[in-house]
């Protein structure tokens, strides 16, 4: 498991300009580049509110 911190560091603190490299319905992904390691990986930043819809969790209780 690979904590928040570190893939920040590792994506230039979520760069778009720098590390993006595509975006869909669920998210961005970005290169991360570890180089105390020397190793490269992507990540899928999720979209919290987009997978809510999906999931239908953001109805009203109302509508129930």
Do not use: P
């Amino acid at each position: 498991i690979l904590s928040l911190k570190y893939l920040t560091e590792c994506t230039l603190n979520w760069s778009d300009n720098e590390r993006l490299i595509g975006q869909g319905v669920f998210g961005k992904v970005y290169h991360a580049v570890d180089g105390k390691r020397e190793i490269e990986f992507v990540v899928k930043r999720m979209n919290v509110s987009t997978l809510q819809q999906f999931a239908g969790e953001d109805r009203d209780a109302n509508e129930i």
